[in-house]
């Protein structure tokens, strides 16, 4: 398991010098996919609720960081802030929406998103529905490859957060309120406080990414942050596996290269003009219902689990038998 | 005074589309616990297929009737793919709702294209106590409250209504008595498929689709339907109406940009107040 983490590392540390222009960016943005998924994992995961607006938070965090900047506020500042802005908006949204369960508070992270996307449209601060021009990038860093180390970066230390939290005693007590609100309760967990804490932790991830993805684009628009993309956060989620700290990884990689995949088949001469798009909502839609009806952990708990029944049946036979009837 | 009587007309033609969406949502919810993601997609769906049957020369009524039977049997095909597998619990039916919702896009996109589609309606234009209203506003009023009334008497007075009802009360009790509760499951899918058909058919004429017009059309039909805790259709016709009167008089009154915020504002106050008053979650029994 050490091995292929190190392998996996030196691995994505080596590739943005060897990739394309193109490739690269499909690296910068699976890497800014794979950090906001890891809080949709974590908030799924753990806290055992669907949000169905993580882009908002997304959109907070680009915006902040745009705005910032384009007021002349240093641009690592900007991105520092990013994600402590966004943190704020879902505490301060979070507070009232998490008596919320289930259904109603997938509906309602929606309604947030659309209601954001509506303000954003309109305000003339904030660039209108036109977008917001002219950002500055990062200071320091002139070309993509950097920013694909920044990426790299982000998502390691968003995933070492993760790990850190779901190993800790707080990480626990919120496996435990998933399963069941009122024994947790019962047993003296303040399930409302870690709620919320969770979700100011996915929103500070996604924050974080969206400010990354407004240097680098330099251009942010409304229409950058559909609800679809939301949608797209929970599919890498539960592709990828619910509460893994590989999963938002694995389903991120899996879904941003499928898509990029369908997409130079979409583009080929002959195709029709609607193909690319065609394909990459046929993909969201049939990995989501395989996963959620064939695999329901996700690729890498299923994956963890097949391997270590193969490598176990190979040392003694008896074992797989043991595992089945436990 | 005639703008406010003409505001409250248009908003009660708007507001019954809403109420056609959220009951569909209602149906569904009550029989199988799922709160069905895919409901805007069957008005899309009926919408999109009422003109293309209009341009190949079908006459009016006709065309609607066939698209509406249509997304009563696309709702029965989402109905086997959320529910259809035994022991599929209400939360995993919501996310498999929502990859059928996206797959409904890449269908729609292949058969109707990614541009806008409307149709006309009733044309014309009724002017009542010094309001001038588009007729078809009226029509939407005629259609939606006998439906209402019909569903009523369905679920009240029938064996299949009432077998229904069975399921959603109590779904131990009615297998008990001998009620197929998947069969059941699958006809609400039908029913609910039927309802979002109907909405989509009726606004269409005043409210161009979009293959992804259904986010708009389902966040509204939620809207309407949680006032009355996603189980009672009567209430869900309530809050669709008050939901379409509330909406256009803030459009008529100049806030036309803001309409959908203070719908969105208005269904998370109501979900929040009613979570405030039943308190802590209750949790289904392992």
Known sequence: MKYLLLAVVVVTLALPPLLPEKQLAVYILLGLAATVTAGVSLLMGYAGQVSLGQAAFYAIGAYAAGLLSVHGVPSLIGLLLAPVIAAVAAVLLGAPLLRLRGHHLAFATLAVQLILLSLLGQGTWAGGAIGLQGIPRLSGLKDDIGYAYVVWAVLAIVLLISRNVVASRAGRALRAAATSETAAAASGVPVGGYRLAVFALSAAFAGLAGGVYAFYLGYLAPGSFPVLLSIEFVVMAVVGGLGTIAGPVVGAAVIVLLVQFLNELGTQPGMPSYAPSVLSYAVYALLLIVAVRYMPKGIVPTARRLASRSSRAAASPSAELLEERA | ?286
Request: aromatic share 6%.
């Open chain 2, 1 to 286: 005074m005639s703008d406010f009587l003409g505001y409250v007309l248009t908003g009660l033609g708007i507001g019954a589309g809403f109420a056609l969406v959220g009951s569909g949502l209602v149906a569904i919810y009550r029989v199988t616990g799922v709160v069905n993601f895919a409901q805007g997609a069957f008005a899309v769906i009926a919408a999109m297929l009422t003109s293309s049957l209009l341009t190949a020369g079908l006459p009016h009524v006709l065309s609607e009737s066939l698209a509406v039977v249509v997304a009563a049997v696309v709702g029965v095909l989402v109905g086997v793919v959320a529910i259809g597998k035994p022991g599929t619990d209400p939360g995993t039916s919501l996310i498999v709702t929502l990859g059928l919702g996206v797959f409904a896009y890449a269908v729609e996109i292949v058969l109707w294209g990614d541009q806008p589609r409307s149709f006309p309606g009733l044309s014309g234009v009724a002017t009542i106590g010094g309001a001038r209203i588009q007729a078809h506003y009226l029509l939407i009023i005629a259609v939606t409250v006998p439906v209402f009334a019909a569903l009523a008497l369905f679920f009240t007075r029938t064996d299949l209504g009432k077998a229904l009802s069975a399921c959603a009360s109590n779904k131990y009790a009615a297998r008990v008595v001998g009620i197929d509760v998947r069969r059941m499951g699958l006809l609400a899918f039908a029913l609910g498929g039927a309802l979002g058909g109907l909405a989509g058919v009726l606004t269409t004429p005043v409210q161009q689709v979009t293959f992804d017009s259904d986010v708009t059309l389902i966040v509204n039909g939620f809207a309407a339907a949680v006032l009355g805790g996603l189980t009672r259709p009567a209430v869900a016709l309530a809050g669709g109406l008050l939901l379409g009167v509330t909406q256009t008089l803030i459009a008529g009154y100049g806030g036309g940009a803001y309409q959908l915020e203070v719908a969105l504002l208005l269904m998370l106050t109501v979900m929040i107040v009613q979570a405030a008053r039943t308190g802590p979650v209750r949790e289904a029994a392992r």
